[in-house]
Every structure is written in C-alpha cells, then in structure tokens.
C-alpha cells in the first residue's frame, strides 16, 4: 500500500495562511477521490475537504470559503490551501490515499 506523505505546517498567527501538500507515489493516482481530514487534541478525526477524481470538490461548514483543495495529477500531488486561519484550526491535519493515511503535518494557529 502507498503511503501519502503530507507537508506544509507549521505555526501561523489567526488571519495567517499556509498550504499543505499531500504526495503519493504511482501511476493511479489520477483516478482516486483525495481527502484532507484534521484532528484537535481531544477530539475526533474529522473531514475537512474532499477533492475526487474529476475534480469536484466538498468542504466542512467550518472551513468553507477559506480553504480550497486542489490537485495537480501530474506531480501526484492534493493541496490544501487554508486562508484566514483561527486558533481552532490547530490540529494535525491527515491526507488519505486510498485507505492509507499519512503521518500527519502539524498545523498551529497562535498569536
């Protein structure tokens, strides 16, 4: 099983942007559904955006209008573009390839 590979976090201030990038090797990478998925200490894993296959894309109400996700299938790669970030988007945020997670990259939102 292929293993994504997440990276793009780090500390940000609230107001503040960062992109993460979700990478996973193979020649079927194009015909799979990506999704970016978070969890809060304490909290439950939960979805943050979703992209498919032929690009259509869903978000959680709590990030809609400041997060985009993207894919480039060329370089096997989903973005995850998050403006406009609040302390509550601290978390470590998973991509999923297929039933694979990735480690995880951790996002922190303080002033």
């Known amino acids: 099983q292929v293993q994504p590979v997440e990276s793009g976090g780090g500390l940000v201030q609230p107001g503040g942007s960062l992109k993460l990038s979700c990478v996973a090797s193979g020649s079927r990478f194009s015909r799979f559904a990506v999704p970016w998925y978070r969890q809060a200490p304490g909290k439950e894993r939960e979805m943050v955006a979703i992209i498919t296959s032929a690009g259509n894309t869903n978000y959680a109400d709590s990030v809609r209008g400041r997060f985009t996700i993207s894919r480039d299938n060329a370089k096997n790669t989903v973005y995850l573009q998050m403006n406009s970030l609040k302390p509550e988007d601290t978390a470590v945020y998973y991509c999923?390839?297929?039933?694979?997670w990735g480690q995880g990259t951790q996002v922190t939102v303080s002033s």
């Open positions: 999923k390839y297929i039933s694979t």
